[in-house]
């Protein structure tokens, strides 16, 4: 069943066009991996696939199964994410900000998910540490375990193991491995040619091949 489908999509910003002639759906239970060179469009089709911006031409049309409040999402980090003047565990608990609208707690059940997330993600000795004094690597630890507590049935990020060792980088992937296979939807942009190879369901390259979509069998 398709979450959602782009057809003769063209993405970009008024004074330039980005990339163009995109059509392909994604799949409840994909892991979708979207690759390319800088500057092809990845991170602007993921803003557009999000709605943070607006398609140029050509639609995407989603199912009622494309739910934001089921989705967790891991953009790429900016400074003004770097200092943010936050606990580890503030950060971490947020990501149930979404399912919990304006209720000014969060729920046993929520507390202990997030625990045991960051255990997963190995910063749980870091709980009540300044986000701000943490390294480039273990603020995205951070913020990846924050996109999996948000995420109930999909998993959007951007670029998820910047600033990861390979260490850190294989046990992210066997995380995301397992979701997937639990059924959970993950759409990734990705410079890791061998995990879309190794992971995906489906590989979309941007660029010189511009829209190619690549299904593979697992």
Request: a positive charge.
């Amino acid at each position: 069943m398709a979450l959602l489908e782009c057809k003769n999509l063209c993405i970009g910003y008024p004074e330039k066009k980005v990339a163009e002639n995109l059509n392909f759906s994604i799949e409840k239970g994909d892991f979708f991996f979207i690759i390319g060179e800088n500057g092809s469009g990845k991170s602007t089709l993921m803003k557009t696939l999000l709605g943070f911006i607006k398609a140029l031409s050509g639609k995407i049309e989603y199912s009622s199964d494309w739910n934001k409040k089921e989705l967790g999402y891991l953009p790429q980090t900016s400074e003004i994410q770097k200092s943010f003047p936050a606990t580890v565990w503030e950060i971490l608990i947020s990501g149930f900000q979404g399912k919990t609208g304006w209720l000014p707690f969060y729920s046993k059940e929520y507390k202990e998910k997030a625990l045991e997330i960051l255990e997963t993600v190995g910063m749980s000795q870091y709980l009540k540490k300044s986000f701000k004094e943490l390294s480039g690597g273990q603020q995205q630890r951070v913020l990846f375990a924050r996109a999996l507590c948000a995420a109930t049935s999909i998993l959007v990020m951007d670029e998820p193991a910047k600033g990861f060792d390979s260490e850190i980088t294989a046990k992210m992937h066997s995380i995301l491995e397992d979701l997937n296979k639990k059924g959970l939807t993950i759409i990734t942009i990705s410079h890791d040619h061998a995990a879309a190879e190794k992971y995906g369901t489906k590989i979309l390259k941007l660029g010189s091949e511009n829209g190619t979509v690549r299904e593979l069998s697992k």
